[in-house]
C-alpha cells in the first residue's frame, strides 16, 4: 500500500478515537493531519511500522497533549487523555470500536439526515467535500456548508459521543445504514479504495450483532454481500471495468452469495420488509442467474417500484424495464430522466448510449458514451465507456 492508501485507511480510526479522547472535533481532525504529516517525514526514512494505525494515533495523541497543555485546559483533562489508548474501555451494551461510536455521534437526530451522512463520510472515511457532494448530487460549496454547520452543532450542543442505549438505536438507525451503505459503495465504485468496501462490510457485521433485532441492518449486510462477492471478476487485467452481464460467473464468491442468501432468508422471515432488503433481493436476482440471458428482469423491475423513486432508483429501474421489454421502452424511460436531477451524473448517459447501441443508432450511441465518458468519475469506468465508443465509432 501507499502512503496515501494507508492514511485512508487508518483516517477515520484516529480520528475517532482522538475526538472520544479529547470531546473537540476541530483538534482531532487537525491532530491527525500533523501526524500524516509526521509519517510521511519519517516513514520514508524509518519504515512503515508493523502498526500504522497505532503510531499514527499515538503520534495525534501526543499532538493533542500538547495543544491541551498549551491551552490550560486543567490537570485533570490532560492526565485523562494522556492515560487514553486507541484501545477504548466501552461499556456492556456498547460496541468496542470508535468508529461505530462516531458514526452514531454523527448520525444524532438533532442533525438533518443529509448532514448526518454527510458530515459521517468526511470524518470516518476522509472522503474530500467534492466526493461527498457528488454522492449527494449538489455543489461542493452548499456541501462544505453541510458540515460545517454540523461539526458546529455537535460541538455546541455537547452531543456525546458514545452509542446511545438500546431504546435510542431505532432513531439513528436509518442515518447509519445510510452511512454505511455509501461507504461501502465509494469503495465499490473506485477499486482503488478497496479498504472503504470492506471497512463497510465490517462495520455492518457490527451493526447486526448489535441490532441483532433490526432487519435492515441485516438487509444492508446481505447487498454488501451479494456485491462484494463479484469482486473479483469486474476489472480486466489492464483495469477496464467489466459490466454484470460480461462477467465470469464461474469466478464469483459462492460462500459469500450463500451466506448473503441465508441472511436474506432469514430476515424476510420476519415479515418488514424495507429498502435494504429489496435492494438485497434485487441483487440476490443477479446473483443466482446462472448466465446474463437468465436474469429475470421483471422481477427485478418490480423490486425496483417498491422502493423509494428517488432518481438513481428511477434510473436503475428504466434500465431494467429495457432490459425485460426491450432497448426502445427502455430509452424512453431513461429520456425522461435526462432534465432531471440526473444532470451530470455519468450513468444516466451510459444508460441512454447502451440501449442506443442495442438499437443499432450507433451515431447517436458514440455522442451518449462521449458525454458518459467525459462525466466520469473513476478511470476504470472511463475506460470502459471509452472502449465502447470506440467500438460503436468502428461500427458506425
Partial sequence: MTYAEVFRAEWGQVVATLIRMT????????????????????????????????????????????????????????????AMTYEPEVPAYDVPDDRLRLMFTCCHPALAMEARVALTLRTLAGLSTAEIARAFLVGETT???????????????????????????????????????????????????STLTEEGIRLARLLVQLMPDEPEAAGLLALMLFHDSRRNTRLSPDGVLI????????????????????????????????PYQVQAAIAACHAIARTAADTDWPQIARLYAQLPQTPVVALNRAVAIGMADGPAVGLALVDRLAAGSLAGYHLLPAARADFLRRLDRRTEAAEAYREAADLATTDADRRYLEKRLAEVSVQS
Fill in 243 to 274: 459490466t454484470l452481464d460480461e462477467q465470469d460467473r464461474t469466478r464469483w464468491d459462492s460462500a459469500l452469495i450463500t451466506e448473503a442468501e441465508q441472511l436474506l432468508d432469514q430476515t424476510l422471515q420476519r415479515g418488514s420488509p424495507g
Fill in 23 to 82: 470531546g473537540n472535533w476541530e483538534l482531532a481532525e487537525e491532530c491527525a493531519q500533523e501526524a500524516c504529516a509526521a509519517a510521511l517525514e519519517r516513514w520514508p526514512r524509518d519504515g512503515v511500522p508493523d502498526k500504522p494505525g497505532a503510531w499514527l494515533t499515538t503520534t495525534a495523541r501526543n499532538r493533542a497533549i500538547d495543544w491541551l497543555r498549551r491551552e490550560a485546559v486543567g490537570a485533570a483533562k490532560l492526565q485523562e487523555v494522556a
Fill in 143 to 193: 456541501m462544505s456548508k453541510r458540515l460545517t454547520r454540523a461539526k458546529q452543532k455537535i460541538q455546541n450542543a455537547g452531543i456525546p459521543y458514545r452509542v446511545p442505549p438500546a431504546h435510542l438505536l431505532p432513531e439513528r438507525t436509518p442515518a447509519v445504514l445510510a452511512v454505511l451503505y455509501l461507504l461501502f459503495n465509494e469503495g465499490y465504485s473506485d477499486v482503488t479504495r
